[in-house]
């Protein structure tokens, strides 16, 4: 199942903690102080995404469901 990965930069707070959880899908972005989910993000184990984003302190994470993808 492919999940697409997104950070509302407006909540992040970049407390790191996604990136100690998944370190694959994500990434500090140190100039603007925020995570960014990688270029493989939607490739991650499903659970680690999940886990990271229960375990975001500001709920910046949004996992989606990508049923638009092709086979
Ligand atoms: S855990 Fe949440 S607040 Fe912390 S860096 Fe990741 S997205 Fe930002």
């Given at each position: 199942m492919a999940v697409r990965v997104t950070i509302?930069?407006?909540?992040c707070i970049g407390s790191g903690d996604c990136i100690r959880v998944a370190p694959g899908a994500f990434h500090l972005d140190?100039?603007?102080g925020v995570s960014r989910p990688t270029a493989t993000a939607s490739?991650?184990?499903a659970e680690?995404?999940?886990r990271a984003a229960m375990g975001c302190p500001t709920q910046a994470i949004r996992l989606e469901r990508d049923d638009a993808v092709t086979r």
């Open positions: 509302d930069p407006e909540l140190e100039a603007a490739s991650e184990d680690r995404l999940v």
